[in-house]
């Protein structure tokens, strides 16, 4: 399964709202999409399960939401700290697959 | 709280061998699938396998196959990602990641598995001659 994500980069100032969108090559459940944070250097931080459940300790300004093969992540108020790839992911059938990543960059 | 520590940064030659190791607490380890990932300098996230400690039944993406083993020590809740034999094209970063919860397999492939919600901080293995 590939999942398609766009665009590749962003660049926003701090407070805007962004949505990032992920195609995914064939239909799945929204209980196998999710969404994924990896700052340089460090490990994925997984945002969203379930196309739109927020992991523990997430802030709500990050949301998502989707069904078929078009999912979202929305990030409402960007903060500095917002500053990495995100990366959505399938783990409905394997190999389990990552999109290429949206860098979102704050200026 | 779930946790996943990985051993340290290794510097090989090209044909050595390779065990890197994960060590999770704060859950039953025997009771969820460790999957393990690479990503290659400047690239995307790659699934290697997965294994399971309680039974050591171990998965593997075909294009890693052949190349790499999975095993786990239940008595240190520890699991391994060994390489037989290293190549340049082996330099990247490797995580350990843990299922939240398991799916099916058949002798094919999985699938409906939970979500990888806790993650190793990564190993950067450097193959250089």
């Known amino acids: 399964i590939v999942l398609t994500q766009s665009p590749g980069t962003l660049s926003l100032s701090p407070g805007e709202r962004v949505t990032l969108t992920c195609k995914v090559s064939?239909?799945?459940?929204?209980?196998?999409l999710a969404w994924f944070q990896q700052r340089p250097g460090r490990a994925p931080i997984l945002l969203i399960y379930?196309?739109?459940k927020r992991a523990t300790g997430i802030p709500d300004r990050f949301s998502g939401s989707g069904s078929g093969t078009d999912f979202t992540l929305t990030i409402n108020g960007l903060e500095p700290e917002d500053s990495a790839v995100y990366l959505c992911?399938?783990?409905?059938?394997?190999?389990?697959?990552f999109g290429q990543g949206t860098k979102v960059e704050i200026k | 709280e779930v946790q996943l520590v990985q051993s340290g940064a290794e510097v090989k030659k090209p044909g050595e061998s390779l065990t890197i190791s994960c060590a999770a607490t704060?859950?039953?380890?025997?009771?969820?699938?460790i999957g393990w990932w690479r990503q290659m300098p400047g690239k995307g996230l790659e699934w290697m396998g997965m294994?399971?400690?309680?039974?050591?039944?171990?998965r593997y993406n075909p294009s890693f196959a052949g190349q790499i083993v999975l095993t786990v020590d239940k008595s240190i809740a520890t699991a391994h990602l060994q390489f037989y034999s290293l190549k340049a094209s082996d330099t990247a970063v490797y995580y350990c990641?843990?299922?939240?919860?398991?799916?099916?397999?058949?002798?094919?492939?999985?699938?409906?598995?939970?979500?990888?919600?806790?993650w190793g901080q990564g190993t950067l293995v450097t193959v250089s001659s």
């Open positions: 990641a843990r299922h939240k919860g398991a799916g099916y397999c058949s002798s094919a492939n999985c699938w409906g598995f939970d979500v990888s919600d806790a």
């Open positions: 704060g859950y039953i380890f025997d009771k969820n699938w």
């Open positions: 294994t399971y400690p309680d039974d050591h039944d171990s």
């Open positions: 064939q239909r799945i459940s929204t209980t196998y």
């Open positions: 379930g196309a739109s």
């Open positions: 992911h399938q783990y409905w059938s394997s190999p389990w697959t």
